[in-house]
C-alpha cells in the first residue's frame, strides 16, 4: 500500500485530496508548512509527495529543493499561480509534476497514478535481475531507476530518467519535444507546452556537473539526440 504525503496549510484542500486518495486505496500522511513535511519525510515511509508552493516556514520550491538533494520520490506540486515562469521554476526544482488550483480532485488521483505507476514499474516483488547500459563513465540501471557516473549516484526525477534512457537506447535517433512528450508523460502535446524543454536542461545541468561535457544534443529545429 503507497503512502502518500499531503503537504498543504490549507486543510480543506488537504481534507478533500484525502477522501480521494483514501477511496483509491492509499494511505496518507499530512504536514501544514514546509519544516512539518520535511519532518515527517524523514521520520515516515512516504512513496510520493503532493506539495503546495505557497506555505508558511519553507515554501514548496524550498522543499522540494532540500529532498531533491538526496532522494528521488515523486512529487506532484500545486500551486494558485498559473504563469509559465512558476510551472518552471517548479520542474527545475525536480517537481515530477505539475498542477493549478483550483483542480479536478479526479485529475489529481489520475496523476498521482501515473507517477507512482512510472516510479515503480521497474520494482518487481522479488528483486529483478539487473539491466545495465553503459555510456562511457555512465551506467544506467533499469531495474532500480538509477544512474551513476564513476560511481556517484546522480539524482535524477523519474521523469528525467524516462528521457535519458529513450535517448540512450536509441543512439543517433533525433527525438522531437512532441514525441519524447508523448512518450514519457504519455499524454497530448501542445505547441506551447515547454515541459520537455525545462526537463532537459534540468537533466543536462546534473549530467555535465558530473561529466564535464555535454551528452544529449540538440538538433536545432528537430530535436534532442545522444550521439553514437
Known sequence: MRNILIVDDDKEIGNLISIYLKNEGYTYTFAHDGREALEKFENEHIDLIILDIMMPELNGIEVCRKIREKHLVP????????????????????????????FNPLELVARVKSLL???????????????????????????????????????LTSKEFDILYLLATNLGR???????????????????NNTVMVHISNLRDKLEKELGYKLIKTVWGVGYKIEE
Open 174 to 192: 533525433v527525438y522531437s519535444a512532441e514525441e519524447l512528450f508523448q512518450l514519457v508523460w504519455q499524454e497530448k502535446y501542445y505547441a506551447s
Open 117 to 155: 505507476r512510472r516510479s515503480f514499474q521497474y520494482v518487481a516483488e522479488s528483486k529483478p535481475a539487473e539491466h545495465i547500459l553503459k555510456l562511457n563513465t555512465i551506467e544506467i540501471n533499469k531495474s532500480s531507476h538509477t544512474v551513476m557516473i564513476e560511481g556517484r549516484i546522480i539524482p
Open 75 to 102: 512529487i506532484l506540486m500545486l500551486s494558485a499561480k498559473a504563469e509559465d515562469m512558476d510551472k518552471i521554476t517548479g520542474l527545475m526544482t525536480g517537481a515530477d509534476d505539475y498542477m493549478i488550483k483550483p
